[in-house]
């Protein structure tokens, strides 16, 4: 039962990975892919508010000291954070979708 409960909790922290980057989450594609977590990217903001986030999940619904939540979401974020843009790629990125006339 309690591994059920772990199990139900990660896949919900999961979930709200894929809302802090505008992703609709699909069981299958994390189930089935040992990778999933590289298959996205996200800004160092969306990466240090989800970070945030999960710190305060953590702190209140596990009733975790704060410095211990923040540490598991660190691990977290190390092990399964999605691949961070860089600021470059992200202007780069805008950029090259604007096309001559169209800005």
């Not at 591994?3 to 299958?28: A, S």
Request: glycine share 2%; aromatic share 16%.
């Amino acid at each position: 039962m309690k591994n059920r409960i772990m199990l139900d909790d990660v896949l919900y922290i999961v979930k709200e990975m894929y809302n802090f980057i505008g992703v609709e989450y699909k069981r299958e594609n994390v189930e089935h892919d040992p990778e999933w977590f590289m298959r996205h990217r996200w800004s160092e903001e969306e990466q240090a508010l989800f970070q945030k986030w999960l710190v305060k999940h953590l702190h209140t619904k596990h009733r975790q000291r704060k410095d211990y939540a923040e540490e598991c979401a660190g691990w977290f974020m190390h092990l399964y954070g999605f691949t961070t843009k860089k600021p470059d790629e992200e202007f780069r990125v805008r950029s090259q979708s604007c096309q001559p006339y169209d800005c």
